[in-house]
């Protein structure tokens, strides 16, 4: 199955959250965990009890195991490969972008199924160009993965490149959902090319909206985004969407069964999108 098929029918199954894993020093100092490899990997082991199967998808955030350096990258991959075939779809957050042959390496370091860090999907920058993203793109239909492309985000620095106008006469962030679109042409149920859009943006042409993708939307919940905020930036194509939350879910940790039930709340919050 594809990937915008096998997303489409864990949304079904679970609810469309998405639980940012972001193993940051003052989070595992909540915990009671060292800011160490030892207490990484605690920390992940326990969010992979917690979610695996139970949750639609999760998102490691890459920077947060390099960090520790090797040990690090080596926890994470196992994160990875602890996660797969559970049910709960991995959205690697690692944001690379580059040109030809770099680009294909990244891809092949994250897309490829046989992979040590392979992931379901990951994130990546337009910003040297729509068509940088063709080896990413190439890698995921050939490993019914998926492809999360930056298009418009919730930090302040973002508006002024992303809403600038192109040539076209369209933003840059509107060219990129207009680019997905012909990339998800005829795909059913759903395309395996995603757009990243923040739930705290100020406003969005709703009819590039239905580019018959995923649209991973972080910045829900503790970072100011709520539902409401949800429902009017993407009223027509609520169902497409992947809304993304660490902090609300992460700070009932490390009791497995109180980060189940966050993450339970916080999908029946979303159930009245």
Sequence with gaps: MS???RAHVAMQAYGPLCVGIDPHAHLLEEWGLEDSVDGLDRFAATCVE?????????????????????????????TLQDLRHTGTLTILDVKRGDIGSTAGAYADAYLDDDAPMAADAITVSP?????SLTPFFAAAEKNDAGVFVLAFTS?????????ATTSSGMSVGDEVLVELGHANEG?????SFGAVIGATVAHLDTQRLEFNGPILVPGYGAQGGTVDDLRRLFGTVTDQIVPSTSRDVLSKGPDV????????????????L
Aim: proline share 4%; glycine share 10%.
């Design 3 to 5: 990937f915008g098929s």
């Design 50 to 78: 917690a979610f695996a199967g139970k949750v639609a998808f999760v998102k490691p955030q890459s920077a947060f195991f390099e960090r520790f350096g090797a040990a690090g990258v080596a926890i994470l991959e196992r």
């Design 127 to 131: 910003y040297l160009g729509f068509g």
């Design 155 to 163: 930090n302040p620095e973002a508006i002024r490149y992303q809403a």
């Design 187 to 191: 795909a059913d149920p759903m395309g």
């Design 257 to 272: 069964t109180a980060l189940r039930a966050a993450a339970a709340a916080t999908n029946d919050a979303l159930s009245l």
